[in-house]
């Protein structure tokens, strides 16, 4: 089976640094992404990563541990425009499955 | 413009009515998916397709069914329609299958 946590919530302060963490458990695996969306929006792409290691893009980046089945979104220097979900999706073999995503709050 | 485009984008429909979304991508990517998205249990996939005539279930494929008869089109039908199936229905393509995923702008469906 598959299992994808994330946390529901989180709160954080303009300006300041954020990590989001992932966990996973799934049959195979081909890569991990992680979306953002917002309300009423439809999912964006942020990063993949299939390797173990850092992956940065800007004001995001994204890290994979392959042998703990774990991932975090780390955004840094945070904007109002943040304020967003957030989904980590792992592809187990040929499709993609999402966990349930995290609600970013961003306070002025 | 390239992309991925859902129809309708909204729509109320009577339990027990027959439904098809449509979904229709011109990037000429292989591999398809509908999700529907509840609030408090994310985007779970339906049905997915890896390239023109193959089609599979994903977590919550009951009630719906799909067909993909070319590479820019996978509709999904909802034979029967029920309340429970009021939801956002998301269609979206990638280039291979398990690759990154562009989204469509989503449908909402009320059944009532």
């Known amino acids: 089976g598959q299992n994808i946590d994330q946390p529901t919530e989180m709160t954080a302060t303009e300006g300041a640094i954020v990590q989001i963490n992932c966990t996973y458990q799934?049959?195979?695996?081909?890569?991990l992404f992680w979306y953002q969306q917002h309300a009423g929006e439809a999912p964006t792409f942020l990063s993949y990563?299939?390797?173990?290691g850092l992956e940065e893009k800007g004001r995001f980046s994204s890290f994979l541990s392959r042998s703990k089945g774990y991932s975090y979104l780390l955004l840094k220097e945070l904007q109002m425009k943040d304020s967003a979900s957030y989904l980590c999706?792992?592809?187990?073999?040929?499709?993609?499955?999402f966990g349930k995503g995290t609600r970013l709050h961003i306070l002025p | 413009i390239a992309g991925i485009t859902q129809a309708p984008t909204s729509q109320i429909l009577a339990a027990g009515r027959r439904m098809t979304l449509r979904c229709t991508q011109d990037?000429?990517?292989?591999?398809m998916y509908w999700y529907r998205q509840d609030l408090g249990l994310g985007l779970r996939l339906i049905h997915y397709?890896?390239?023109?005539?193959?089609?599979g279930k994903g977590e919550v494929p009951d009630g719906y069914s799909v067909s993909r008869a070319n590479t820019d089109d996978f509709p999904l039908t909802l034979a029967s329609a029920v309340p429970s199936q009021t939801s956002v229905y998301f269609c979206?393509?990638?280039?291979?299958?398990?690759?990154?995923?562009?989204f469509g702008q989503g449908t909402r469906l009320t059944v009532v």
């Open positions: 979206a393509s990638s280039d291979r299958p398990g690759g990154e995923a562009f």
């Open positions: 799934t049959s195979g695996f081909n890569g």
């Open positions: 990563n299939v390797l173990d």
């Open positions: 999706a792992v592809a187990p073999e040929d499709k993609i499955i």
């Open positions: 990037m000429r990517h292989n591999a």
């Open positions: 397709s890896n390239t023109a005539g193959t089609t």
